[in-house]
């Protein structure tokens, strides 16, 4: 396999695309969920969180006010799985609950002040990779980026897409 070189013409062979272009994209997004994971590494052991727990503030902090129901189908994880976590982060007094108003049995989870402290602290760090990573490949690519994402979505992640716009949009103009 030929090595990536950030001047290789964009584009080349898009109609194309072999079997070494599909891979060489496969190993840099593992490499790069990789390298972001341990740069938040250092903040999680220092808070003993794990990812599980980060997951779940990161979901919190761009979907606010959302079942427990909700937060388990995004995150993609069990019941227990989920439980195990949302109590350990309300232990620490990361996150509040409320009841719905349309059915009381149901929990609207959010973050709490500390929570959204904490989860401010590690989106820092995605913040400054993806900054940095954005400046190099300038406008052009960055919106070639996101469209590549949006193709790799399932339809499920686009309703949380859609739905994580309409948030907000309803919290900055106090809908």
């Known amino acids: 396999m030929t090595a990536y070189r950030p001047t290789d013409e ?3 062979g898009l109609l194309f695309l072999r079997e070494e272009q599909i891979r060489l994209a496969q190993t840099m997004m593992f490499l790069a969920g990789r390298d972001m ?3 938040m590494a250092p903040i999680l052991e220092e808070l003993q969180l794990g990812q599980a727990h980060y997951r779940v503030l990161q979901v919190l902090a761009f979907s606010p006010r959302i079942p427990v129901s909700r937060l ?3 995150l993609g994880v069990t019941k227990q799985s ?3 976590t949302l109590g350990e982060l309300q232990e620490r007094g990361y996150l509040e609950s409320e009841s719905c108003l349309r059915d009381r049995r149901q929990k609207l989870l959010r973050l709490s002040k500390e929570g959204l402290s904490v989860e401010v602290h590690l989106f820092a760090v995605v913040r400054h990779r993806l900054v940095d990573a954005y400046r190099e490949a300038g406008g052009t690519a960055v919106e070639g980026f996101r469209r ?5 979505l399932s339809e499920s992640s686009r309703t949380v897409m859609a739905d994580e ?3 907000r949009k309803k919290a900055r103009y106090g809908a």
């Open 10 to 12: 964009a584009g080349a």
């Open 37 to 39: 994971a341990k740069a």
């Open 72 to 74: 388990q189908e995004i």
């Open 82 to 84: 989920l439980g195990r």
């Open 148 to 152: 590549v994402m949006w193709g790799m």
């Open 165 to 167: 716009s309409m948030t």
